[in-house]
């Protein structure tokens, strides 16, 4: 089934989740670099990328998802697990 | 049903016009491999020019570049050509490759019910991100290829020969391999892009029929 970014895995989301991602991005994302997330939005910039954060809307909700998703992998060690796989 | 690729090439967008630039490498395995070909690009790719190039050509490959939704694909200017409930039913029996958003979660499943055929695609957003410096010259641009060049593995592997199961996991490996070349980047570089293929790696799916390959016809 379709994993729903606004309904089950958001709401876990909690604000110190969110200004977690914020920092990272704020701290580490180049300045040249822009992302593209399916329909919803593309060409990003970082400055646009964090007011979408901030804003808590569709787009910023999917960055957190997608950083929170990764951070588990990183965590219950699903990463570490594929990388050795190769 | 005959051998051969139908191919969407949209460019009604930046994100189209790097899915569209990026597939230039599954065109010429095909030409490569003498798989009959038939590319539908920029306004070729809407809903009755591909109902009726399918419905004449009968190819049992296709790979469809654009927007999407769970229950949609989209040609040039976001047109829909396949709505679950509407004409999945055109990707009976085939082997598809979507590179399109969220169209493996239910689109997919659908369009394998009752069917030798398989659907590979994403059932989350397909993330990408790219450098800012090459947008007019996407064929430079390293970043994007990081993401690009994994999901082209799922068509070059089919048109290989390989079974949909086999193009599928070739595809997953070589993410995981982009994200250990991109954990050898500059740490900044690394923690924008591994996320998004980490995110791209876990919403790959394939559905229906593990074994078909392209001579399954």
């Known amino acids: 089934m379709k994993k729903d970014y606004n309904s089950k895995e958001s709401a876990e989301v909690t604000e110190k989740m969110r200004e977690l991602v914020l920092a990272k991005i704020d701290a580490q994302i180049p300045s040249n670099l822009r992302l593209f997330i399916g329909n919803l939005a593309q060409n990003m910039n970082k400055e646009e990328i964090m007011n979408h954060v901030r804003n808590d809307d569709e787009i910023g909700k999917q960055i957190v998802a997608i950083h929170i998703k990764f951070m588990k992998a990183v965590a219950n060690g699903h990463l570490i697990k594929a990388i050795n796989s190769v | ?217």
């Open chain 2, 1 to 217: 049903m005959k051998k051969g690729l139908i191919i969407t090439l949209p460019k009604s967008d930046l994100v189209t016009e790097y899915l569209s630039y990026f597939s230039e490498e599954i065109v010429s395995e095909a030409e490569n491999k003498d798989v009959d070909l038939k590319r539908l690009t920029e306004n070729e790719v809407n809903k009755d020019n591909f109902e009726k190039v399918l419905s004449k050509l009968d190819y049992n490959f296709i790979v469809f570049n654009g927007h999407g939704t769970s229950t949609s694909i989209k040609g040039h200017k976001e047109e829909i050509l396949v709505e679950e409930g509407n004409n999945e039913i055109i990707l009976k029996d085939r082997i598809i490759f979507a590179r399109s958003c969220e169209s493996g979660a239910s689109l997919g499943i659908a369009s394998v019910t009752k069917s030798k055929g398989c659907f590979i695609g994403y059932e989350m957003p397909f993330v990408f991100y790219a450098d800012g410096n090459w947008d007019s010259i996407p064929g430079k641009d390293e970043v994007a290829r990081l993401f690009l060049e994994p999901s082209n593995l799922v068509a070059i592997s089919i048109l290989k020969g390989h079974t949909a199961k086999e193009a599928h996991e070739t595809a997953k490996r070589q993410t995981i391999k982009n994200i250990k070349k991109a954990l050898r980047m500059e740490p900044q570089d690394a923690y924008f892009v591994v996320p998004g293929l980490w995110n791209n790696y876990e919403s790959q799916v394939l559905h229906g029929n593990p074994k078909i390959d392209l001579n399954s016809v």
